[in-house]
């Protein structure tokens, strides 16, 4: 490479002024912090556990975003002609490579590059080209637990190359690698990073398989809340980790400074300035939408589970009303008619609402709560923000109206099948009988003919909708809370249980009695 080469090459792309960062409650992380990162260089940041380096990461990639979040953030970050105020603006110019990978399990490894590069801009025949090299031992085909774990890291990086950001962050890439294995990473980055010409910053504690292909070194100096540049030598930056956690502060480090070439600089091979706003795709919100539904809704577990439930109610009640009604025999024969119609009444629009509206949010809350949670604690969530995957619309939005749906054909196909388990139940019972005669009385108040519908039938989905909805929207929300181990995972599924049932047996009851009251007077006339 040519000197004018290596300039343009080594040229500085991206600055951050008077950056300051502090979470929602605890203590100041960064105070007043400038940095600069260079075209195709590799900084190595490194600091004590807890001092801020993935914070850092995540608020430069728009995995955080203090507007929504209550993080306290100023400063300002400057690449190209695009200036972001950290305190207002949602930055996402860098993409991130997290410890844990924080691939999409639900999908195969094609579909997690497809789902980066169908929300980014078109990238450039290099960068393309470097992808394909970088998997080219991968099957595409296989889901994501598949493959081995150096498989999944180098999807990893891949997939974030595909989101097209000019900056690229990795945090820890080599934990939990043996010696080789760090090796060929930091061999590999240092490729990468030469031929495609965009910045990388690794965060690392073992950084001595790093420190070879390493072009700076910072250091995040918590007592001073302060990065600080380090020369390139594992001596230096182990006595200056040493001197942070004494209370001291480590000696700065006069970095060579970097030839700026004449002319406006040549950004990162494709890159474009970042869009950091989510971008909607057709086809991968409906496929969302229609997996939410399998499971939801139309799974064999979820009929399972409902049918079960209303098979009890349907032969319970019409076994014990009809087997053990005082004076049985002498009773039947003048209130038979008047029995089945307010069987009727109390299986219909009571107890299948309420058994299906009880059954689909315990199963589902239990469904939703688990599935958000991992992606939580999976970086996930954070990943699909910092490839700007509309999650919200995608998952969110998605799960609500799968659970409307839900809602509506569960509830149905429970008042159907609860109906046809009392017919068969009084069958058995009175096996002489006509169940045309059984239709007849058993629906001569709900159904009477001339009438499309059921009556009832709204407030059966007055009953039934916002329950159902209201327990997925509880479910959402104990999921999203952070997670910082699996038992957070779990509290938060018991959590959602437990409030989403309460929930919905509150609002069953509340419009029962409203229901009741409303046709109370219709109720006396006909029963």
Not at 258 to 266: F, L
Not at 334 to 347: N, P, R, Y
Not at 385 to 403: C, F, G
Not at 458 to 464: E, Q
């Amino acid at each position: 490479m040519t000197d004018a080469a290596d300039a343009l090459h080594r040229a500085p792309i991206l600055s951050g002024a008077g950056l300051s960062i502090a979470p929602p409650a605890g203590r100041v992380l960064l105070q007043d912090v400038d940095l600069t990162l260079n075209a195709g260089e590799i900084v190595l940041l490194a600091g004590p556990s807890g001092t801020g380096k993935s914070t850092l990461i995540n608020m430069l990639s728009g995995a955080i975003d203090p507007r929504e979040e209550g993080w306290q953030a100023s400063g300002r970050i400057s690449y190209g002609d695009r200036v972001y105020d950290l305190a207002s603006d949602r930055v996402a110019i860098g993409g991130v490579v997290f410890q844990n990978f924080a691939l999409f399990d639900d999908l195969t490894i094609a579909d997690n590059l497809a789902i980066a590069r169908d929300h980014s801009d078109a990238i450039g025949a290099n960068l393309k080209a470097a992808i394909d090299r970088l998997i080219e031992d991968v099957d595409r085909r296989q889901p994501v637990g598949s493959a081995s774990g150096g498989q999944r890291q180098r999807v990893a990086i891949a997939r974030t190359l595909l989101g097209n950001h000019p900056v690229l962050f990795l945090d820890e890439p080599n934990s939990g690698l043996d010696v080789s294995s760090s090796r060929q990473l930091a061999q590999l980055l240092r490729d990468l990073v030469d031929e495609i010409g965009i910045p990388v910053v690794i965060i690392a504690h073992h950084f001595r398989h790093l420190i070879d292909v390493a072009d700076r070194v910072v250091v995040l100096d918590s007592n001073a809340h302060d990065l600080v540049e380090l020369p390139v030598d594992s001596n230096a930056i182990e006595a200056a980790l040493n001197a942070v956690e004494a209370g001291d502060v480590p000696t700065a480090y006069q970095a060579p400074s970097r030839p700026v070439p004449d002319g406006p600089v040549a950004l990162a091979e494709g890159g474009p300035l970042p869009d950091a706003t989510a971008r909607w795709r057709w086809n991968w919100g409906m496929r969302y939408f229609f997996r939410y539904v399998w499971e939801l809704c139309f799974s064999p577990s979820a009929l399972l589970f409902v049918g079960l439930g209303c098979t009890i109610v349907g032969f319970v009640t019409t076994w014990f009303i009809f087997m053990y009604l005082p004076f049985r025999d002498y009773l039947l024969p003048v209130i038979h008619s008047d029995a089945l119609a307010g069987l009727a009444f109390s299986e219909l629009r009571v107890l299948a609402p309420l058994m299906a509206a009880v059954l689909i949010s315990v199963r589902n809350s239990s469904l939703i709560t688990a599935n958000i949670g991992h992606k939580v604690y999976a970086d996930q969530i954070k990943s699909m923000r910092n490839l700007n995957v509309p999650h919200r619309l995608y998952i969110n939005t998605m799960i609500m109206t799968a659970s409307g749906v839900a809602a509506v054909f569960l509830a149905a196909a429970a008042v159907c099948l609860t109906a046809w388990v009392a017919m068969m139940t009084w069958a058995q019972i009175f096996p002489d009988g006509s169940t045309y005669m059984w239709r007849d009385q058993f629906f001569q108040r709900l159904w009477p003919p001339g009438v499309s519908f059921l009556v009832g039938w709204d407030w059966i989905l007055a009953k039934t909708i916002p329950s159902i909805v209201g327990a997925s929207a509880i479910a959402l929300y104990f999921g999203y809370r952070p997670k910082h181990d699996v038992l957070d995972i779990n509290k938060a599924i018991a959590q959602s249980l437990i409030w989403g049932l309460s929930f919905v047996l509150s609002w069953q009851s509340i419009l029962t009695l409203i229901e009741f009251k409303r046709v109370s007077a219709r109720l006396e006339a006909t029963f």
